[in-house]
């Protein structure tokens, strides 16, 4: 790979300084300018020959056009929906993740979300706070020999197996790429989603936002759902339809649901995370100190990698 020759990087949202310390002690120019409304972003982005950024700042391609000198684009993290890359791609830019750093991090928040789905753990502290002991509403369902679908077997859909097997669930999972052996070498029984929808009694999803996964969880996938099921995402708002999953918890069908992302972010549908059967975060899934400093280090180290004409691993 031919190296990229970087002088001055913008990073244009909240990105832990190791980041910052990596790239200056290579006496690159880096200034964090987070906050900036679209119209700054356009007027600055010409000076700059790199730009990092997580997930508030929105590379469109009227950014992408006005970065006149712009070579590299790093997201530090994994999804790079916030980033049009078709544009960047046409425009020669390279656009590159930190697939790994915060693997973990998501890992154990939706393991969480399993737990607290299950236990009514945020409800039943949100009433104890307001003065109400309530031991009846909040009987829940123990993991131990329930079954949990994994739809997306990557880095993190994997990991997550391996943790409910602990609490000793049945782990069975769909992945279009990972083959049935490899699935099995982590304990996952690889089924097709037709065999996993009346199985489940928890699914959690694991895959990007893409046309293929797209409202993957809608009304008549949840039809052919067991009564009682647990849906969790933790990974891109939009995979689970949210009108029909809360059509489906008014309903009883679906018992619970964990989540973290949303298709609008802050959600509008407030009518979902409102409901009393929903455990919900503000997409807090990468949100750890380890996570936020791996993810930094991860995507300064790429930029350097780059400049050396070395392959990196994001994307
Ligand atoms: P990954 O690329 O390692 O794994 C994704 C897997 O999904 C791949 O194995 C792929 O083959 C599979 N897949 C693709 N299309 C599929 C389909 N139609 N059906 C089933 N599986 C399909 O990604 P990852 O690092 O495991 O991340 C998974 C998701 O989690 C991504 O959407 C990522 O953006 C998101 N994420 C969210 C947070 C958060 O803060 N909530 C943090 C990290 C990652
Ligand atoms: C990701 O794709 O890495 C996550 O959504 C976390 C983040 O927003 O950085």
């Known amino acids: 790979m031919s190296s990229i020759k970087l002088n001055s990087i913008l990073i244009s949202d909240p990105v832990n300084n190791a ?38 700042t929105q590379v469109t391609k009227e950014v992408i056009d006005a970065g006149r000198n712009l ?7 994994v999804g790079v929906d916030n980033i049009d890359v078709p544009a960047a791609t ?11 750093g915060n693997t973990i991090s998501a890992v154990e928040l939706t393991c969480a979300m399993i737990l607290a789905s299950s236990r009514y753990v945020a409800q039943a502290c949100a009433a ?7 031991r009846k509403s909040y009987t829940g369902n123990e993991l131990r020999g329930k079954t949990i679908a994994i739809i997306g077997l990557g880095r993190i859909g994997r990991e997550v197996a391996t943790r409910m097997q602990a609490f000793e669930m049945r782990t069975i999972g769909y992945d279009p790429i990972i083959p049935a052996e490899a699935c099995a070498k982590f304990g996952v ?7 996993i929808w009346p199985q489940a009694d928890y699914i959690t999803v694991h895959t990007p936002l893409i046309p293929e996964t797209k409202n993957l969880i809608n009304a008549t ?35 619970g649901a964990g989540l973290d992302v949303y298709l609008e972010e802050p959600p509008r549908n407030t009518q979902l ?7 919900c975060t503000p997409h807090l899934g990468a949100s750890t ?8 280090k991860e995507i300064a180290l790429q930029f350097l990698d780059l400049m050396e004409g070395k392959k990196v691993q994001g994307i």
């Open 221 to 255: 996938t949840l039809a052919k759902c067991k009564k009682g099921v647990r849906i969790i995402n933790v990974a891109r708002g939009g995979i689970v339809d949210e009108d029909a999953l809360l059509d489906a918890l008014q309903s009883g069908h679906v018992a």
């Open 19 to 56: 980041a910052v310390e990596i790239l200056r002690e290579r006496k690159l120019q880096v200034d964090v300018r987070t906050g900036l409304a679209k119209e700054q972003l356009l007027e600055i982005i010409g000076n700059y020959d790199a730009l990092i950024v997580r997930s508030v």
């Open 90 to 100: 046409a425009a020669g830019i390279v656009v590159i993740n930190a697939p790994g």
């Open 128 to 134: 104890l706070k307001n003065g109400v002991w309530d």
């Open 71 to 77: 070579k590299l684009i790093g997201r530090a993290g």
């Open 189 to 195: 029984q690889s089924l097709s989603l037709e065999e």
């Open 289 to 296: 100190k380890e996570a936020q400093d791996n993810v930094a």
């Open 273 to 279: 995370v409102q409901h009393p059967k929903v455990v």
